[in-house]
């Protein structure tokens, strides 16, 4: 059984500074990981993915990713927080990408104080 | 291009009854998955469709069915409805001959259940 562990349901950082949002996974297999930002009333979006290949990934809106299997993290990142990245993230877990069931963590709500 | 649609976007519904909700995919997909989102939770997987058939199911009682139709659109049917299946509701699609494709997601159906 796979699942993914969002450490901190609630962060709070000041516009400008560090993003830091951290997901610990468990899988039996390889696995791919994802982030996800929901925005008040609307569905998911994909920000980044990891799959195989280079573990730094790049995403949408200036966030990346680290995979480090020694320690089964991936944690989101993103230099300079914008007021516009206020919303609530959450990583997830497949065994083969969309193909197949992703399991979701219980969500990070990321509070940016201008 | 059209992306995830669902329908209706808000459902108030009495105890006991059933209801329908339904889910156009993404131009060029064809597998969808339906998922609950309860209050202040992350998505929970409810099944995938692909080919007119469920082909993963999660953790939820019969009360839940689904279909899909041969433009791969697909319906949601929840019997039986209790308090505790209030809960936003999203649809997903991916394109199942991609190993890496990631879901894509509407903006949900809010079901509030009285």
């Known amino acids: 059984a796979q699942s993914v562990t969002q450490l901190g349901s609630h962060v709070s950082v000041s516009e400008g500074a560090l993003v830091l949002l951290r997901c610990n996974y468990s899988?039996?297999?390889?696995?791919?990981l994802f982030w996800y930002v929901q925005y008040p009333n609307q569905g998911l979006q994909l920000l980044l993915k990891y799959t195989t290949g280079a573990t730094l990934v790049k995403g949408i809106n200036g966030f990346e990713a680290e995979f480090k299997k020694s320690e089964t993290s991936f944690h989101l990142t993103k230099p300079s927080a914008h007021m516009s990245d206020a919303a609530e993230y959450f990583c997830a877990v497949s065994d083969s990408g969309g193909y197949q069931k992703v399991t979701f963590g219980i969500g990070t709500k990321l509070q940016v104080i201008p | 291009d059209a992306g995830v649609t669902q329908s209706p976007t808000h459902l108030i519904k009495t105890r006991g009854q059933q209801v329908t909700l339904r889910c156009s995919p993404k131009s060029g997909h064809d597998t969808v998955s339906w998922y609950q989102q309860a209050l202040g939770q992350g998505p929970q997987f409810i099944f995938q469709?692909?080919?007119?058939?469920?082909?993963q199911r999660g953790n939820f009682p019969d009360r839940f069915s689904g279909h899909q139709f041969p433009n791969y659109s697909s319906e949601l049917n929840v019997n039986a409805l209790l308090l505790g299946d209030s809960a936003l509701y999203l649809c997903?699609?991916?394109?199942?001959?991609?190993?890496?494709?990631?879901?894509?997601f509407g903006n949900g159906t809010r079901l509030t259940v009285t």
């Open positions: 997903a699609s991916s394109y199942s001959d991609r190993d890496n494709s990631p879901l894509h």
């Open positions: 469709y692909y080919e007119e058939e469920e082909r």
């Open positions: 899988s039996s297999v390889p696995p791919y």
